[in-house]
């Protein structure tokens, strides 16, 4: 029998030293690529009665351990070192003459395939090392950002938030005063609505500490003023000095200049003095106010129309002189209360009366009336008997004229027969006549005074225009809680 080691065959070019020496080939391959990791020696296979003969029993090794010699011979050692050298080599040998194949290319394969499963094995254990040091460099550079910022940078914006702070407080503070002069004026003046007070200057809490404030706007939506209500009172104070301890609460304040207007609308005065004649008021001109409406008189629509001028009354109010004061019968009369009263046709009615000789002769029965016309008593007589004289005398120019200029007033109690002839019903004429002019002018006169309460205001350059009546309002001095009662 043939040793292993001389079996070689000629047809695959195997040499006596063809077999793969393990050692060897780590040491070459570690040697043309120093990074690559060295594979681990493969172990021999070995049987089943080799792996049951080496396996240890469980409850010997204790007893091995106790029998072993603590001091071993040395020559034992280096025989047991060589046997695990052998035994590669020859079993190396055994598979060569087995398998004859390309070994070198199989070694490599599996050497390919244990390095991802190594590098898998260890890449669980490296990923938490490495989140690790990727948090603990995120939070040192998130610390070296804030701490590159520089120092003029922070505080500049230390500095911008104090104010932004300091802003909102004074506002704070400036709408809380706003709001408790609102509800005081409201209650001193009897106001239904709160009014809107603005405090100019910037910022209020010095204004305060120094208790003086540069200037207060404030606007009262409608105020009552006699009989009527103003639409709108603004005023402007400025130079205010205010009285109280500090920080206790303002017991008053005294303005030094107040500046401002009043207006009274006339939608207000269509509503408040207009309802019962339905009367509605427009601009006339600068200082005069027309009035125009309608009113039942005796069942009857009758329309009213007049005339009022403007005026102030003393420095604190506004009040109203009516004229042109007339009550018109639309087609038929108008009349104007007064004295004298006048109660004339219009021109529809004289023109009837103009063609009509039964009603001609009506108003010619009168004496009054006659002579009004210009016809003489002599001329009267034939002219109510014979219709020839008659038209001469209707037919003169001016004649119908005249009918318009004649005051009736004197048949509504003497000939009411000859008004209802000519076409004026002489119980609505009756009722005309009752009216009183004082009366009538109430229902579209008017007047109003600034409120008591409010001293040292006066109005000037009272005008009429388009919205209303408007007055300019100032004054000096004007007191407010505790210094109003000091003056008193």
Not at 443 to 472: C, H, M, W, Y
Request: glycine share 6%; charged share 35%.
């Amino acid at each position: 029998m043939r040793s292993p080691t001389r079996m070689f065959s000629p047809l695959f070019g195997h040499s006596p030293h063809s077999a793969r020496d393990p050692e060897r080939e780590v040491d070459q391959k570690s040697e043309q690529d120093p990074e690559r990791e060295v594979p681990r020696e493969q172990e021999p296979e070995r049987t089943p009665e080799q792996e049951s003969e080496s396996e240890p029993e469980p409850h010997s090794e204790p007893e091995q351990e106790s029998k072993q010699d603590p001091d071993p011979d040395p020559a034992a050692e280096r025989e047991s070192d060589r046997q695990p050298e052998q035994e590669p080599e020859q079993e190396s040998e055994e598979e060569s003459e087995e398998d004859p194949g390309p070994a070198p290319e199989r070694e490599s394969d599996r050497q390919s395939e244990q390095e991802p499963e190594r590098q898998s094995e260890h890449e669980p254990e490296q990923e938490p090392e490495r989140q690790s040091e990727q948090e603990r460099a995120g939070r040192r550079g998130g610390h070296g950002r804030l701490g590159r910022v520089p120092l003029t940078t922070k505080l500049v914006a230390g500095l911008l938030v104090g104010a932004t702070l300091l802003v909102v407080a004074d506002r704070c503070a400036a709408m809380y005063a706003e709001k408790r002069a609102e509800q005081t004026l409201r209650d001193k003046l009897g106001l239904e609505a709160a009014p809107d007070v603005h405090i100019h200057g910037f910022p209020f809490l010095t204004q305060l500490l120094g208790k003086r404030l540069d200037g207060v706007d404030v606007t009262v939506p409608d105020a009552p003023a006699g009989r009527v209500t103003l639409a709108e009172v603004r005023a402007e104070a400025t130079d205010i000095r205010l009285d109280g301890d500090l920080p206790l609460p303002v017991d008053g304040a005294r303005a030094a200049r107040v500046n401002g207007h009043v207006l009274l609308a006339f939608d207000d005065l269509d509503r408040e003095l207009g309802a019962p004649a339905q009367v509605r008021f427009r601009a006339l001109d600068r200082q005069s106010v027309r009035a125009d409406g309608e009113l039942p008189v005796a069942g009857r629509v009758v329309r009213i129309h007049a005339v009022a001028h403007i005026r102030r009354d003393g420095d604190r109010g506004v009040t109203t002189s009516v004229s042109g004061m007339r009550l018109d019968v639309p087609g038929i009369a108008t009349y104007r209360p007064g004295r004298p009263a006048r109660l004339r046709l219009h021109p529809q009615a004289a023109e009837k009366i103009s063609h009509d000789k039964s009603k001609a002769r009506a108003l010619l029965a009168v004496p009054s009336v006659a002579r009004q016309l210009g016809v003489a008593p002599e001329d009267t007589g034939p002219a109510m008997r014979d219709d020839e004289r008659l038209s001469r005398i209707t037919e003169r120019p001016g004649f119908k004229e005249k009918l318009m200029r004649a005051n009736l007033v004197d048949l509504v109690a003497d000939r009411p027969e000859a008004l209802e002839r000519v076409g004026v019903d002489p119980v609505l004429a009756r009722a005309l006549v009752r009216l009183r002019a004082q009366d009538l002018s109430e229902r579209v006169a008017f007047s109003f005074q600034l409120p008591k309460q409010v001293k040292g205001l006066r109005l000037r350059n009272i005008t009429v225009e388009r919205d209303g009546i408007r007055a300019d309002l100032t004054g000096s001095g004007l007191a407010v809680g505790t210094a109003r009662r000091a003056d008193s």
